[in-house]
T-cell receptor, first 114, second 113 residues
Framework: GENVEQHPSTLSVQEGDSAVIKCTYS??????FPWYKQELGKRPQLIID?????GEKKDQRIAVTLNKTAKHFSLHITETQPEDSAVYFC?????????????FGAGTRLAVHP | GAVVSQHPSRVICKSGTSVKIECRSL??????MFWYRQFPKQSLMLMAT?????????EQGVEKDKFLINHASLTLSTLTVTSAHPEDSSFYIC?????????FGPGTRLTVL
């Protein structure tokens, strides 16, 4: 089945710097890759997603890149702010047992220091 | 966007009791819903897929007799943790798909004493 690996597990940056989180997936049939931000005790919040027919997508300070050949995708946050501090999860859709299921990476705890 | 609610948001129970968690899609119909469990500082782990009109399908290692799932209608799925024990204490989150996107409930914090 699908396996999603995420690095790093923790990331500490100064306000204004960029942050990059990387994920790899195993199932070449996966075609949808969302990224979630989760604050303590809250539900995951979709921040950006990318489908397999594009290589890059950008939304203001957030961008995602996808390399289907290498089976990896990355989240880029520019001009980080303290309110970006949270846990970020990548995920990939895997078709299993008749359903499209989301398989999550282990998460990255991002700390942005003023 | 689509809205998914979950109830209760927080529950504390004694060991050996059963706890029911409800997940509702408020403004769309969901023939499928997913249940996740999240332990502190860990990722979301898929427990089971809830299907309206048929039995739930469980991920490997999840006890179907302990985590009872009922998809009663196109907008409601329930997860019952039976004979709860302290190791079942966790954050339980449901989601409902619409297209490729998953819409998550706010989660239920279960604490078993």
């Amino acid at each position: 089945g699908e396996n999603v690996e995420q690095h790093p597990s923790t990331l500490s940056v100064q306000e204004g710097d960029s942050a990059v989180i990387k994920c790899t997936y195993s199932d070449s049939a996966s075609n949808y890759f969302p990224w979630y931000k989760q604050e303590l005790g809250k539900r995951p919040q979709l921040i950006i997603d990318i489908r397999s027919n594009v290589g890059e997508k950008k939304d203001q300070r957030i961008a995602v890149t996808l390399n289907k050949t290498a089976k990896h995708f990355s989240l880029h946050i520019t001009e980080t702010q303290p309110e970006d501090s949270a846990v970020y999860f990548c995920a990939a859709i895997a078709f299993s047992g008749g359903y499209n299921k989301l398989i999550f990476g282990a998460g990255t705890r991002l700390a942005v220091h003023p | 966007g689509a809205v998914v609610s979950q109830h209760p948001s927080r529950v504390i129970c004694k060991s050996g009791t059963s706890v029911k968690i409800e997940c509702r899609s408020l403004d769309f119909q969901a023939t499928t819903m997913f249940w996740y469990r999240q332990f502190p500082k860990q990722s979301l782990m898929l427990m089971a897929t809830s299907n309206e009109g048929s039995k739930a399908t469980y991920e490997q290692g999840v006890e179907k007799d302990k985590f009872l799932i009922n998809h009663a209608s196109l907008t409601l799925s329930t997860l019952t943790v039976t004979s709860a024990h302290p190791e079942d204490s966790s954050f339980y989150i449901c989601s409902a798909p619409r297209g490729d996107e998953q819409f998550f409930g706010p989660g239920t914090r279960l604490t078993v004493l």
